[in-house]
């Protein structure tokens, strides 16, 4: 576990409690924290979630709750892993014969990223 790391339900119950007392509107809330006004109303009607949207994050954000989360409640769509991504960018050709190759090494390291080590 990362050090002060929280769980997303605490962060999720934080948010609940800051939108609960927001006095502004939906919409304004929006403006404010560069989110669409649905994403105000999801949140607003609390469901357990496994993870932490882009616009749950800028919402968090502007409501000063801090989002360090636990390793376990981690963004799982590898697309939105900028790390990721960003060494996928540095080492691919552009091929089908590097993807393969680069997909063969990612899926080889699985047990070093089992939860044991």
């Not at 006095?23 to 924290?33: E, S, V």
């Not at 900028?82 to 699985?110: F, H, P, Q, T, Y």
């Amino acid at each position: 576990m990362m050090p002060n790391a929280r769980p997303l339900t605490e962060i999720f119950q934080e948010l609940k409690k800051f939108l609960e007392e927001y006095q502004g509107t939906q919409q304004n809330l929006a403006i404010k924290a560069g989110v669409s006004q649905s994403t105000i109303s999801r949140a607003r009607a609390y469901r357990q979630r496994d993870r932490l949207s882009k616009g749950l994050l800028s919402l968090c954000n502007y409501a000063g709750i801090k989002t360090q989360i636990t390793a376990n409640a981690l963004h799982r769509d590898p697309r939105e892993n900028e790390v990721l991504i960003d060494a996928l960018r540095e080492v691919w050709d552009g091929s089908v014969k590097n993807a393969a190759a680069l997909a063969k090494v990612i899926r080889s390291m699985k047990a070093l990223c089992s939860p044991e080590h």
